[in-house]
């Protein structure tokens, strides 16, 4: 029997042991105090990320695009009334006046050309609501119902709605935050004021500014309503099974202790709290309570069986410090595995949960028992003739280990068969659920008016002054016409429209002039005339370049998956090339196309990162079980509860998304767990205790299956509170890893056992004689 340093050094040490832990547990809380939040999306983009670096260079090109789209909804839902345009201007006029606003669009600044004396006359499509005549009222509804530019963009083709367009001079960034929450401010001070002269009337905001707003308020959200449930649940938890105060009290210290000491690391890192980094706590107290667990009930299983309590100490950290250890450190693979993830916040929080696995391993061998050698603690004695419901368990199993191996191989294959049905797709608006006021408006709109899901393309001409080529304007509204026409394709607006309405207008309004001009210095005066007429803050250069080169095309969609996103920006990509000659189309850009395509990287990147911790893990598993059978056969239930979550989640949801790829390797390190206790004491009753195979089963069964059952329990229960979140990445992710710990656990306790009497089979007596070979080589030696 090898006897441990460790545990004979925590009992002597165990008052300095206590105090220097609440002593650096304090100094890493100190650090939360300087902790730094952001809702910044390009948080989860890298910075050499070939989407976000189009993104930017487009709004290089054209401004930022930055907006709060404030929907006005009377309640007579007629937008054609005196009272409710006179709404329309007052909100248009008073918002250039909101902070940081350069542009304000709406159905009542909107600039409609006519020709008057044969001069071109460009301006607002109305003012001075209260004073415009029937007359006036039926012309504009008539202008403004089938309009290219302002139905359904800026009023409904019903009525029922209009819309006022903010656009921010607002760059991501240090200080962006607070200069939103200045602009969204001002606009609810202003909604106060226009309610108050205009009962009834519903305003719905939206936009880009908004969306910054809605990942913050689903990570206070998660905060504020996860942690508390997790906490609760796990001292339900350790009360029901473990039927110990003091062990429950202990375990919640660590859990907690650990926690503080990876939000405190990851500041003093610098590293910024995002949607994803604020999960990492709960994740923490949820994995870092296995390794207490196996320590508690070890310690419970020693005095049951009439040891003192330092005595079960003692022994419980000489059985348990290497598969902790080992569990420990294949966790904290899994977690670091994660810097393979194409989103930064991942990779934090992968960082962040290592660190805080670390310290659950460091507190667990150190503080739990010095802790609990200081605290009162009853054990339930065991009676001699007492068998553990764990061990009749593996009695059955092991009895009947074809049926119990059979059941699993179908089981097995008939979830693997169900993984290439598996669709990884993201819906970028149903990141988060409806509790989200950002949700809820944006599917209010989109249902009655266009979505907030857009798409951009920077349209080249090759030429300076080329976008007045009547070539390249026939080829834009070609592409326009062609997108239109597209299943998801709400809205287009392009540079083509301004130009085609100028030459139908200076052409009496005859509708068959609404196209290209015949030559292009024709289109250039066109432009020319329309830009001079411009009031201040109305010009188009978030529309063309400065050189005239390229302009801008911007189409909105419905709610889409990642698939169907990438599907048409391909098909757009490949439909320009082949139809419009005179275009030269730039990649899909914006918000909507970084997302697509980071849940496709994500997934294949992860992949490699998988594959690398399969890797170490393995090669952990091999070294420390010293035995290269086992360790190869320690690969099935580590790498098969995988495949049957994935099956299993596409059975039951059919799609994943963005976290998706996250789960392969947080999920690989975390069930290793399982394999190793049952596989260290399977060796431990063999090499210490000469037992056979059927009673080194039994014997692992009846020492760590309840330490095994509770920490899945747990584990499955901690991350299933998760899928409360109200960010749809932390909510898969915490289901499906709940699910890949139910398997691993059926994994442990059905495959296991089958696989070792069949692969493993040895008697007492085999067991015997090559102790007593080694034994005489070590004399000889």
Not at 197 to 203: A, R, Y
Not at 421 to 433: A, I, P, S
Not at 717 to 723: K, M, N
Request: negative net charge; proline residues 3%.
């Amino acid at each position: 029997m090898n006897n441990s340093p460790l545990g004979p050094f925590v009992l002597r040490h165990r008052w300095p042991i206590v105090i220097a832990t609440f002593f650096i547990v304090a100094l890493f809380g100190f650090q939360i105090r300087n902790i730094a939040m952001t809702d910044d999306l390009n948080v989860f983009f890298a910075d050499d990320n070939p989407q976000l670096l189009a993104f930017n260079r487009f709004k290089d090109s054209y401004g930022e695009t930055k907006n709060a789209y404030i929907a006005i909804a009377p309640a007579d839902k007629n937008i054609y009334t005196r009272e409710n345009l006179a709404l329309i201007e007052e909100f248009t006029q008073k918002s250039w006046e909101i902070p940081y606003s350069r542009r304000v669009d709406s159905l009542q600044n909107f600039q409609r050309t006519r020709v008057f004396d044969d001069e071109l006359d460009v301006d607002n499509t109305y003012q001075n609501a209260y004073e415009l005549s029937d007359a006036d009222i039926a012309d504009l509804q008539h202008y403004a119902s089938d309009h290219d530019v302002l139905a359904d963009k800026l009023v409904a083709r019903d009525g029922s709605l209009a819309a006022v367009v903010i656009t921010f001079n607002i760059t991501d960034g240090e200080g962006a935050k607070a200069k939103r929450q200045e602009a969204m401010d001002y606009i609810d001070k202003l909604k106060a004021e226009l309610k108050t002269k205009h009962p009834g009337v519903t305003f719905y905001e939206t936009g880009g500014l908004y969306i910054n707003e809605a990942f913050a308020e689903a990570m206070l959200k998660d905060g504020l309503a996860l942690m508390p449930l997790m906490v609760g649940l796990m001292i339900i938890c350790m009360l029901v099974f473990l039927r110990s105060v003091a062990g429950m009290f202990g375990t919640l210290l660590v859990v907690l202790f650990s926690a503080i000491v990876a939000v405190g690391g990851v500041v003093t890192l610098g590293i910024t709290m995002t949607n994803v980094t604020a999960m990492a706590p709960i994740v923490i107290l949820t994995v870092g309570v296995a390794d207490s667990v196996h320590i508690l009930i070890s310690m419970f299983q020693s005095m049951g069986h009439g040891k003192t309590k330092n005595e079960a100490i003692l022994e419980t950290l000489r059985i348990n410090h290497q598969p902790i250890f080992l569990t420990s450190l294949t966790t904290i693979i899994g977690f670091l595995s994660l810097n393979f993830n194409e989103s930064p916040p991942f990779r934090d929080m992968g960082n962040e949960v290592a660190i805080g696995v670390l310290a659950a391993y460091l507190l667990s061998i150190l503080f739990l028992p010095a802790f609990l050698s200081l605290v009162p603690i009853k054990a339930r004695k065991v009676k001699d003739d007492d068998t553990p419901a764990m061990e009749r368990l593996g009695g059955r199993i092991s009895s009947r280990y074809p049926l119990y191996l059979g059941a699993m191989v179908l089981l097995i294959g008939g979830l693997a068969s169900q993984v290439p049905r598996l669709e990884f797709n993201d819906m970028f608006l149903e990141y988060f659920d409806d509790s989200i006021e950002f949700r809820r408006t944006s599917d209010f709109l989109m249902d009655n008016m266009v979505g907030m899901v857009t798409i951009s393309y920077d349209i080249d001409s090759g030429e300076e002054g080329g976008i007045n080529n009547p070539a390249y304007l026939r080829d834009l509204a070609k592409l326009k016409q062609w997108l239109l026409k597209q299943e998801k394709v709400q809205y287009v607006s392009s540079y083509d429209g301004i130009i085609f309405e100028l030459n139908k207008t200076m052409h009496n309004d005859d509708d068959a002039y609404y196209r290209a001009p015949e030559s292009r210095e024709l289109a250039s005066q066109y432009l020319l005339m329309y830009e001079m007429s411009l009031p201040m803050g109305r010009d188009i250069s978030n529309s063309i370049s400065d050189d005239r080169s390229r302009s801008r095309l911007t189409l909105n969609i419905e709610n889409s998956k990642t698939s169907e996103i990438l599907s048409l920006a391909e098909d757009t990509d490949a439909w320009a090339k082949a139809n419009t000659p005179s275009l030269i189309v730039s990649p899909a850009i914006g918000e909507t196309i970084m997302f697509a395509h980071i849940a496709k990287r994500n997934i294949i990147s992860m992949v490699k990162g998988s594959f690398l911790a399969l890797f170490l893990i393995s090669a952990i598993l091999l070294i420390s079980l010293r035995n290269i059978k086992l360790g190869f056969l320690s690969l099935a239930p580590n790498v098969l509860p995988l495949v049957m979550a994935f099956g299993a989640w596409s059975v039951l949801v059919g799609e994943l998304g963005m976290s998706g790829g996250a789960v392969l390797v947080i999920a690989m390190g975390i069930i290793v767990d399982d394999t190793v206790h049952f596989l260290s004491k399977y060796l431990r009753a063999k090499r210490e205790l000469h037992m056979n195979t059927e009673e080194a089963i039994l014997y692992s069964f009846r020492t760590v299956g309840v330490a095994l059952l509770v920490t899945s329990v747990i584990l499955v229960l901690g991350f299933s509170v998760l899928y409360g979140s109200a960010f749809k990445p932390t909510k898969d992710m915490g289901l499906l890893i709940s699910l890949t710990v139910a398997f691993a656990l059926a994994a442990t306790f059905f495959l296991v056992p089958p696989l070792l009497l069949i692969f493993d089979k040895t008697k007492t007596t085999d067991i015997v004689e090559h102790e007593e070979i080694e034994e005489e080589l070590k004399k000889a030696s």
